[in-house]
């Protein structure tokens, strides 16, 4: 009986590769860039409250709860089929409802009189998905167009580094850094285990943990 050796061998582990962290100033620097720029209200978004490009791109009006404030991923745009399609997220996790802060929400006010403008521009050509960043005739939006604007938009920061997925970690990074906990971190993300979240962002957590003690030191001792 022949065996096949290989499948006793272990492959070695995938060695995460760490990102660059944003830093406040680079986040400074990038949201004066964004200022007034059609999409600014998508990739502040990104930034403020951790979404995936395609759960951006699938949010819509009626996710948003401007008097709770807190938007609720319920779908996403992924090309499927050789076309566009709002799809339900992939897990359980993934479908979340989280806060929005206020500023963030001011500028998803604004993006919607802008919306509405757009609206009145295409007349009949207008094809109502209920979206919040459609293209200007209302259908979803090219992930591929979002991706475009974004290597000019971060060229103008002077941070030719930084993709569009690494708002997402800067948001989690930020998160962490000014006190929420890995478990809160994790539910905003849309992480499917808490072990993800400690890994993916375990080069941040000394600086968390450092803080703490700091702090109760400091409540303490006075």
């Known amino acids: 009986m022949h065996r096949n050796a290989a499948k006793s061998v272990r492959p070695p582990a995938m060695r995460q590769i760490e990102r660059r962290a944003l830093t406040v100033n680079e986040a400074k620097r ?72 206020a500023q963030t929400l001011a500028l998803i006010r604004a993006h919607r009189r802008q919306q509405a403008a757009d609206r009145l521009a295409a007349g009949e050509r207008w094809q109502d998905h209920g979206l919040v960043f459609p293209s200007r005739v209302g259908t979803p939006r090219d992930p591929d167009h979002i991706d475009r604007t974004w290597h000019n938009i971060r060229a103008a920061a002077g941070l030719d580094w930084l993709r569009l997925h690494d708002l997402r970690h800067a948001c989690a990074t930020f998160l962490l850094v000014f006190g929420a906990s890995p478990r809160t971190v994790m539910k905003v993300l849309g992480h499917s285990q808490i072990g993800l979240t400690m890994n993916t962002y375990a080069h941040v957590l000394p600086e968390v943990e450092r803080a703490a003690v700091d702090e109760a030191a400091k409540q303490l001792f006075g």
């Open 30 to 101: 990038l949201l004066d860039v964004l200022r007034g720029h059609r999409l600014e209200a998508l990739y502040v978004y990104a930034s403020t409250v951790g979404l995936r490009r395609g759960e951006l791109l699938g949010l819509a009006w009626s996710d948003i709860d401007f008097d709770a404030g807190t938007l609720t991923v319920r779908q996403t745009v992924q090309r499927a089929g050789g076309r566009l399609q709002l799809l339900a997220p992939k897990t359980e996790r993934s479908r979340r409802t989280v806060p929005v802060p």
